[in-house]
């Protein structure tokens, strides 16, 4: 048959629209956008009869192609997602997963009033920072604490209020641009604060930063490389030498911690994120970090530090413009609390729990989904593989965790197409590709979400085998 009389064969929207098996699906979608999503399925087979792509017009997968639009448009554009890459905080797919207890606290809050920003002991206006103000600073050592939007709305917070119009020294080799076009120099440019950068890519000395010092100087600031590393010939001035010598010109120390761990890490083999209360315990008078990084909470930027310095950084206007919401706030008070029980940290957080997660765990949930899929179709390609998962989030960089994987094929069809079929699918499913074969990583599944993902895997090998 030639493109035109195929094209000719295609029914038009309204014919459709009337079919009796198309009614019922209006129950899950509104009228207006059933249409946009029958739409859509025609012009997509226009298009393919044009290039060739297909070279058949028939009702039943014209019918099959709308139903599943319409069940996708119905579920909403942002929906839950099965992360099966490994990558522990993972900024394209909402970071860090919150405990079912601090999601309890979230509706709690959500659904009524609150004592938001009233004191209940004194039946006045109260403070939103009070929640959590008490907490982080136990949890800390901080003199003080407040939190905001996000960790970049803290450090230009910070710079607005520390350093308008004033000398910001900070290290070459920490000018960093954290994904999303987060970039050090721009976000100095942006609170006013004039940037004096100080040593070379590689190596600052101490004696850099004392050279750049002078009457204009209003911070000296450490920025946490994140994403990347700069490895061999390297030097960085400790941050107990930059707090010694900012108390010596007296000037305050700030610290972008970036991630901002509670948990040390490195007891469990993964290096290079220090502990939020150790660099207090060190004299830096600024800290900022994220709240949905290693803290595993809701999306938020928390500041502490000297008394006198988080007062003028919450006095200023800019606090306003960039304050934390009440559903964060509660998630946050909650994950906050359950950091106060040090043993229930490793269970209960769950960004902690993947991190640290035993790989025979991992491997018994590989296996797991494997069996669960295991049904001798000489097509199918199920393989258990060692590889290694990422933290992400810019968080413990250069550090690669020990995993096992389930390495997935179905034969004769591209894993680029298998990849495609499991993000479209329902549940959604994002996993990545290596080496021809689709690379499944069970440590980011959580042990409630393997009969989803196995259900999802399922529906795909149904489709070609
Ligand atoms: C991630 C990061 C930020 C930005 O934090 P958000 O909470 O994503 O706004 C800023 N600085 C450093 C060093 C970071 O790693």
Same mark, same amino acid.
């Given at each position: 048959m030639d493109k035109k009389t195929l094209l000719r064969k295609i029914p038009s929207v309204n014919e459709i629209l009337n079919m009796t098996e198309v009614q019922q699906w209006f129950s899950l979608l509104p009228r207006p956008l059933a249409v946009k999503a029958i739409r859509e399925v025609l012009e997509e087979l226009r298009t393919g009869i044009r290039s060739g792509k297909y070279r058949d017009v028939r009702l039943e997968d014209i019918l099959s192609n709308v139903e599943k639009n319409i069940r996708f448009l119905s579920e909403g554009s942002f929906r839950p997602v099965i992360n099966a890459t490994g990558v522990v905080i993972h900024t394209n797919l909402g970071r860090a997963p919150l405990p079912v207890s601090v999601v309890q606290r979230i509706v709690e809050i959500a659904r009524g009033y609150s004592n938001l920003e009233y004191s209940l002991a004194e039946g006045k206006r109260g403070? *939103?920072?009070?929640?959590? !103000?008490?907490?982080?600073?136990?949890?800390? $050592?901080?003199?003080?604490?407040?939190?905001?939007?996000?960790?970049?709305?803290?450090?230009?917070?910070?710079?607005?209020?520390?350093?308008?119009? !004033?000398? &910001?020294?900070?290290? !070459? $080799?920490?000018?960093?641009?954290?994904?999303?076009?987060?970039? %050090? #120099?721009d976000v100095m440019k942006q609170s006013g604060a004039v940037l004096k950068e100080v040593g070379t890519t590689n190596k600052t000395h101490l004696r850099d930063y004392e050279e750049a010092i002078n009457e204009e100087t209003a911070l000296l600031l450490k920025v946490h490389q994140s994403n990347?590393? /700069? +490895?061999?010939? =390297?030097?960085?001035? #400790?941050?107990?030498?930059?707090v010694a010598l900012g108390r010596r010109k007296n000037i305050p120390v700030m610290f972008d911690l970036g991630s901002g761990c509670f948990v040390d890490l490195s007891e469990y083999g993964l290096?290079?994120? #220090?502990?939020? *209360?150790?660099?207090?315990?060190?004299?830096? @008078? /600024?800290?900022?970090?994220? $709240? @949905?990084?290693?803290?595993g909470g809701p999306q938020a930027g928390i500041i502490l530090g000297r008394r006198e310095l988080i007062r003028e950084v919450a006095r200023h206007p800019l606090t306003r413009a960039v304050r934390i919401d009440k559903l964060t706030l509660s998630a946050l008070q909650a994950v906050l609390y359950l950091y106060m029980d040090t043993e229930?940290?490793?269970?209960? /957080?769950?960004? %902690?729990?993947?991190?640290?997660?035993?790989?025979?765990?991992?491997?018994? !949930?590989?296996?797991?989904i494997i069996r669960a899929l295991k049904d001798n179709n000489k097509r199918v390609f199920l393989k258990l593989q060692q590889d290694y998962s990422q933290a992400g989030g810019g968080s413990l960089p250069g550090i690669?965790?020990? =995993?096992? &994987? &389930?390495?997935? *094929?179905?034969?004769? +069809?591209? &894993?680029?197409? /298998?990849?495609?079929?499991? *993000?479209m699918g329902s549940p959604a499913v994002v996993a990545r590709i290596k080496e021809e074969a689709l690379i499944i990583d069970p440590r980011t599944v959580d042990d409630?979400?393997?009969?989803?993902?196995?259900?999802a895997l399922k529906e795909v090998i149904n489709r070609f085998v």
């Open positions: 403070e *939103r920072y009070d929640h959590i !103000r008490g907490l982080l600073k136990d949890l800390t $050592g901080a003199e003080d604490a407040i939190a905001v939007n996000n960790n970049a709305a803290a450090v230009l917070l910070c710079l607005s209020a520390l350093a308008r119009g !004033r000398e &910001v020294v900070v290290s !070459r $080799g920490e000018l960093v641009e954290i994904g999303g076009a987060f970039r %050090i #120099p990347y590393r /700069i +490895i061999g010939f =390297t030097e960085e001035v #400790p941050i107990e030498e930059l290096q290079g994120e #220090p502990v939020v *209360r150790d660099i207090i315990k060190k004299g830096v @008078d /600024i800290v900022t970090f994220s $709240g @949905d990084k290693l803290l229930k940290v490793k269970e209960e /957080i769950p960004v %902690i729990r993947m991190l640290l997660q035993d790989k025979e765990i991992i491997k018994k !949930r590989a296996q797991k690669s965790m020990p =995993t096992y &994987v &389930v390495a997935f *094929r179905i034969e004769g +069809i591209p &894993v680029v197409e /298998i990849e495609k079929l499991l *993000r409630s979400e393997v009969a989803l993902l196995v259900k």
